[in-house]
């Protein structure tokens, strides 16, 4: 046993000195993919037959379903009569954002918008980085706020001051993952997790996608531990929602 493990070292270590792995440098992407595909499909097998609002298969999109999908949300969790957090990670013009703040009324919700609007930090899938660039948009609801900046550097004061003045146990978060990168949707993840409940809610926008947002959510709950169910999808799972049923926080 001694020997095996002492070999396994040495070649691994052999390997290293020898920038053998810069080889496979041009395969890299690929790796990935063909392993968050893998992870994907395991994961679509795994919920698919248990969605109690899913399109699952449809041989066509259609980006307008998602309206649909989160008019679904609303009344089966009741979210029109209750005060609600609404935190949208990926703003751009505020499409979504305008929608949400009009489909909820009670004077006690509170949304949050984050965005750099200056676009997409970093390339993505077939965007560059820049994309979806928007000015603040235009709001006129009190309940609103629009963070300006990256996540990095935003978030951490906003979740400091939402928890010690904001946060309550009575209200229902829906958090509302629209950024797209891997990077943007596992920093918003992570920086939620302390805050993260029973009955939190959490939309993908892009979750379908291998190497970004399904990523992002498949690493974040194997290191968090989340418990959650999925509640609703459309697009074949571009679009999902999933439910809190258990975290450590
Ligand atoms: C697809 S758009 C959002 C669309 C919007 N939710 C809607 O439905 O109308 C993605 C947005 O995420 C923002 N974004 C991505 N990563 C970010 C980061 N790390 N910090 C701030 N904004 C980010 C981009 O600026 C971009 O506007």
Same mark, same amino acid.
Request: hydrophobic share 40%; aromatic share 18%.
């Given at each position: 046993?001694?020997?095996?493990?002492?070999?396994?070292?040495?070649?691994?270590?052999?390997?290293?000195?020898?920038?053998?792995?810069?080889?496979?440098?041009?395969?890299?992407?690929?790796?990935?993919?063909?392993?968050?595909?893998?992870?994907?499909?395991?994961?679509?097998?795994?919920?698919?037959?248990?969605?109690?609002?899913?399109?699952?298969?449809?041989?066509?999109?259609?980006?307008?379903?998602? =309206?649909?999908?989160?008019?679904?949300?609303?009344?089966?969790?009741?979210?029109?009569?209750?005060?609600?957090?609404?935190?949208?990670?990926?703003?751009?013009?505020?499409?979504?954002?305008?929608?949400?703040?009009?489909?909820?009324?009670?004077?006690?919700?509170?949304?949050?918008?984050?965005?750099?609007?200056?676009?997409?930090?970093?390339?993505?899938?077939?965007?560059?980085?820049?994309?979806?660039?928007?000015?603040?948009?235009?709001?006129?609801?009190?309940?609103?706020?629009?963070?300006?900046?990256?996540?990095?550097?935003? =978030?951490?004061?906003?979740?400091?001051?939402?928890?010690?003045?904001?946060?309550?146990?009575?209200?229902?978060?829906?958090?509302?993952?629209?950024?797209?990168?891997?990077?943007?949707?596992?920093?918003?993840?992570?920086?939620?997790?302390?805050?993260?409940?029973?009955?939190?809610?959490?939309?993908?926008?892009?979750?379908?996608?291998?190497?970004?947002?399904?990523?992002?959510?498949?690493?974040?709950?194997?290191?968090?531990?989340?418990?959650?169910? =999925?509640?609703?999808?459309?697009?074949?799972?571009?679009?999902?929602?999933?439910?809190?049923?258990?975290?450590?926080?």
């Amino acid at each position: 046993m001694s020997f095996i493990r002492k070999s396994n070292s040495f070649i691994k270590d052999l390997l290293l000195v020898s920038r053998f792995g810069l080889l496979l440098k041009p395969f890299r992407f690929a790796f990935k993919f063909c392993y968050n595909f893998s992870m994907l499909s395991s994961w679509v097998n795994s919920n698919a037959g248990k969605v109690p609002y899913s399109d699952f298969y449809k041989p066509t999109r259609k980006y307008t379903n998602r =309206v649909k999908l989160h008019e679904h949300i609303i009344k089966s969790e009741g979210l029109d009569q209750k005060p609600i957090h609404y935190l949208e990670f990926g703003v751009a013009g505020g499409t979504s954002f305008a929608w949400w703040i009009k489909a909820n009324l009670h004077p006690e919700s509170r949304f949050y918008g984050f965005d750099t609007f200056e676009g997409l930090p970093e390339d993505w899938h077939f965007f560059k980085k820049g994309a979806f660039s928007y000015d603040i948009p235009f709001m006129d609801d009190a309940r609103g706020t629009f963070i300006k900046g990256l996540f990095q550097e935003t =978030v951490y004061k906003f979740l400091d001051n939402y928890s010690k003045t904001i946060d309550s146990p009575n209200v229902t978060r829906v958090i509302h993952l629209d950024a797209d990168l891997y990077s943007s949707t596992l920093f918003a993840l992570t920086r939620l997790a302390p805050f993260l409940r029973k009955g939190d809610i959490l939309m993908f926008d892009e979750f379908n996608i291998p190497n970004h947002e399904f990523a992002a959510w498949n690493d974040f709950v194997r290191s968090y531990y989340i418990k959650y169910e =999925v509640i609703g999808a459309v697009n074949n799972f571009y679009q999902t929602v999933v439910k809190v049923t258990e975290s450590l926080a």
